[in-house]
């Protein structure tokens, strides 16, 4: 394999997707093996090794559900042609489909990249930085792709990530610039507005629902909110109620900072736009609270 093909083949990762709902587990799988190439770990890992690391990154990267499956991109990521399993002798691996966690643990299954695809990565960095970009690009908003490294312990700054084998669709570079209209040039939460001269600074526009997941580039899908809120609505840390109010996530907690920009705006009302057409979505917002927002919320609704 060369080093475009296996960029093609990461852009063309099959990445389980129905109404609306994520389904980050494979991309979080590869780069957390993405870590463990960099730090010398062997090839192939017991999936008991990995799972409860990928558990955890499900639950911080992932929508919040009932229970987890680290055991299905495990597995199917094989289909991908990225992935081979192993397991000690005498017991068959299915050739296709999942494999309950019991029998992986029981079985001493073993994962990871293929033989080809490891040895190209593990000796080019600069191939490890591109991989990661498709899977950060495709899947997570660009507030959270360093938060992401960082838990994978990934050395990869977001800067120097390479962009130019990533397959995105197409924004409109005029988004921006209409929700920041909209708005007033004001953040929706908590009405921050300075400028330098007449350009405004730290103010974002920011998609409810992920550009990543589908969600248009429109009004009604955009907040104009300053860099902080932005990040905290990407990282779940808040969201939007269905009655347009800001909702805090029980798991949210902190010290300095907790109050001020966090906890004072619990079940405060959201600064409406300029025209009413441009109101949030309510489909848009329930997606976030449903696919982003972290547990449950402080206001309670």
Known sequence: ???????????????????????????????????????????????????????????????????YYPEEPFCRLRTDGLWELT????????????????ILR??????????????????DQELIEQVASILLEANFPSTIHQDILDAMGLDIEVSQQANAN????????????????????????????????????????AHIMWHQAGGPDTENNGLALCSLHHKLLDRGALGISKEFKVIVSEKANGYIGFQEWLLDFDGKELRMP???????????????VREVFQGESLYGT
């Not at 389980?16 to 994520?22: D, T, V």
């Not at 009405?191 to 600074?201: A, E, H, K, S, Y």
């Not at 300029?274 to 976030?288: A, I, L, R, S, Y």
Request: net charge positive.
């Open 1 to 67: 394999m060369t080093k475009q093909q296996l960029l093609e083949q990461i852009t063309k990762l099959k990445v389980w997707k129905k109404r609306g709902q994520r389904a980050p587990h494979k991309p979080l799988l590869l780069l957390l093996t993405l870590s463990r190439i960099q730090h010398n770990k062997e090839r192939l890992v017991l999936f008991s090794e990995i799972e409860k690391d990928l558990t955890e990154k499900l639950i911080e990267f992932g929508p919040q559900r009932k229970s």
């Open 87 to 102: 397991a000690k002798q005498g017991f068959q691996i299915p050739p296709t489909g999942s494999i309950q966690k019991t």
């Open 106 to 123: 029981k079985e001493q299954v073993k994962g990871g990249l293929t033989q080809d695809i490891y040895n190209l990565l593990k000796s």
């Open 166 to 205: 990533t397959q995105k669709k197409k924004r409109d570079p005029k988004f921006r610039g209409r929700i920041l209209q909209a708005y007033n040039y004001r953040c929706a939460i908590c009405g921050f507005d300075v400028r330098l001269g007449n350009t405004p600074i730290a103010l974002e526009a």
């Open 274 to 288: 300029q025209k009413e057409v441009f109101m949030p979505d309510v489909g848009f917002t329930e997606w976030h």
